[in-house]
């Protein structure tokens, strides 16, 4: 059975890509949103986020009748869900993974469902969330068969197939990537893996991997923690350091050198959708053992606390060198707000938690310099935005959050300047 039409079910960071992609190989593409603004953007064939070369293939895709958007899901041959997967409101120690939205998600294209149609989730998930998805979808639709963890070989029978199929892209290389990264197919049945390779295959030119919902499930976690693990060496290496007045730079220069040593580069915390949330996924499933996992999430947690307290000493350190002013006549230059280099995506950025909380704590200016995005959300107000001119010139402590390529050509030898990825 052929993919004439595809759904993709949350058109943000992954879900608009890939149903572009789809579109862009003359498949017909439904994309799916509860965001009304988005959805009305997408139909004038532009973009409502910032990923290279994007807005050129949506535009195309709109314009030649291959993608539309749509508030509400309408019956097509496979559903990708691509909606988000945060934490819930609890103040435990491990955090809770929030699956609500994939529920309401699985909900909303129940009644469109029909007999040999495949559904995949895509969003990063615990581990047996697949198997949950599917148990909502029969439980809408009890007319209509689903695989389960406990009926194969007799899933294969089964009328809708279900897979677990997780992205693994890089933000700002999201188009290049999609198309030539290796892809984990975890499907229910053997049947549903395969029906999943010929959907991907579509325009994937990497592999695709089969193996099962579960383990699909953890191979995200595991890539994304192990990153996690390996960030937070270099970020208590740092800390290590700065107390024995050592040059955590030079020193993990000279550690590479050995042919078996890769150590990361530290920075103000870990943040983004994946590497700052996978890991206590696993560590939710299985509080007693993921040990290392845990720590390693502890120690990136407690990061940008380290910084905000650098920021502390730096203000004492100027007033006690200017006894005329005040702490009100001190003005702090925040520059990146992103969560990484380059990108305009601010989910779970440690930057802009930092620069929230100095701009909560201190009584005189703080302004930021975001060369990615024209305006703050709505929901700041403690700070403003400024050019990078403007605060090299104004400001009196300098703050450097993300290493932005506007920011690595500048020399700034200020003597109250906190400089947290070393291109200073």
């Known amino acids: 059975m052929s993919f004439n039409t595809i759904s993709v079910v949350g058109l943000g960071y992954i879900g608009l890509p890939t149903a572009a992609m789809f579109a862009s190989r003359k498949k017909n593409v439904i994309g799916v949103d509860v965001n009304q603004h988005a959805v009305d953007t997408i139909n004038r064939g532009e973009i409502h986020i910032v990923e290279p070369d994007l807005d050129m293939i949506v535009h195309a895709a709109?314009?030649?009748?291959?993608?539309?958007?749509?508030?509400?899901?309408?019956?097509?041959?496979?559903?990708?869900?691509?909606?988000?997967?945060?934490?819930?409101?609890?103040?435990?120690?491990?955090?809770?993974?929030?699956?609500?939205?994939?529920?309401?998600?699985?909900?909303a294209i129940a009644p469109v469902l029909k007999k040999g149609d495949l559904v995949i989730l895509e969003s990063t998930s615990p581990?047996?969330?697949?198997?949950?998805?599917?148990?909502?979808?029969?439980?809408?639709?009890?007319?209509l068969t689903f695989p389960s963890s406990n009926q194969e070989p007799a899933g294969e029978k089964a009328d809708i197939n279900v897979a677990h199929c997780p992205e693994r892209v890089l933000p700002g290389h999201v188009v290049r990537e999609l198309v030539e990264n290796d892809r984990v197919i975890g499907g229910m049945t053997a049947k549903c893996s395969a029906r999943a390779v010929e959907l991907y295959k579509t325009f994937v030119q990497g592999e695709c991997v089969i193996t099962n919902a579960r383990t699909a499930e953890m191979a995200k976690l595991t890539?994304?923690?192990?990153?996690?693990?390996?960030?937070?060496?270099?970020?208590?290496?740092?800390?290590?350091?700065?107390?024995?007045?050592?040059?955590v730079w030079e020193l993990i220069?000279?550690?590479?050198?050995?042919?078996?040593?890769?150590?990361?580069?530290?920075?103000?915390?870990?943040?983004?959708?994946?590497?700052?949330?996978?890991?206590?996924?696993?560590?939710?499933?299985?509080?007693?053992?993921?040990?290392?996992?845990?720590?390693?999430?502890?120690?990136?947690?407690?990061?940008?606390?380290?910084?905000?307290?650098?920021?502390?000493?730096?203000?004492?350190?100027?007033?006690?060198?200017?006894?005329?002013?005040?702490?009100?006549?001190?003005?702090?230059?925040?520059?990146?707000?992103?969560?990484?280099?380059?990108?305009?995506?601010?989910?779970?950025?440690?930057?802009?938690?930092?620069?929230?909380?100095?701009?909560?704590?201190?009584?005189?200016?703080?302004?930021?310099?975001?060369?990615?995005?024209?305006?703050?959300?709505?929901?700041i107000s403690s700070f403003n935005l400024s050019t990078l001119e403007n605060a090299k010139e104004n400001a009196d402590i300098h703050l450097l959050l993300v290493d932005h390529k506007e920011f690595k050509n500048q020399t700034n030898k200020n003597e109250y300047r906190i400089d947290t990825k070393g291109i200073w």
């Open 127 to 143: 581990v047996g969330a697949t198997e949950q998805m599917a148990e909502w979808l029969a439980a809408a639709r009890p007319d």
């Open 253 to 379: 220069s000279l550690a590479n050198r050995h042919p078996r040593i890769n150590i990361l580069q530290p920075g103000p915390g870990v943040g983004g959708h994946c590497i700052a949330v996978d890991p206590w996924f696993i560590v939710s499933k299985t509080p007693q053992e993921a040990q290392i996992i845990h720590t390693a999430r502890k120690v990136n947690d407690a990061k940008p606390k380290w910084v905000i307290n650098k920021v502390k000493l730096a203000i004492s350190d100027f007033l006690q060198a200017n006894p005329t002013k005040s702490a009100k006549d001190v003005t702090i230059a925040c520059y990146g707000l992103a969560f990484k280099p380059d990108i305009d995506d601010l989910r779970e950025s440690p930057a802009l938690n930092i620069t929230k909380k100095v701009a909560e704590l201190h009584s005189g200016t703080v302004v930021a310099v975001e060369p990615n995005i024209n305006k703050l959300p709505s929901s």
């Open 62 to 107: 709109v314009t030649e009748g291959y993608l539309k958007a749509t508030t509400s899901p309408e019956p097509a041959d496979a559903f990708l869900i691509a909606v988000p997967t945060p934490f819930k409101n609890n103040d435990s120690e491990v955090p809770e993974p929030d699956l609500s939205y994939i529920k309401k998600a699985s909900e």
């Open 223 to 247: 890539e994304n923690s192990c990153r996690d693990v390996q960030i937070a060496f270099a970020n208590e290496l740092s800390i290590i350091c700065d107390k024995l007045d050592i040059d």
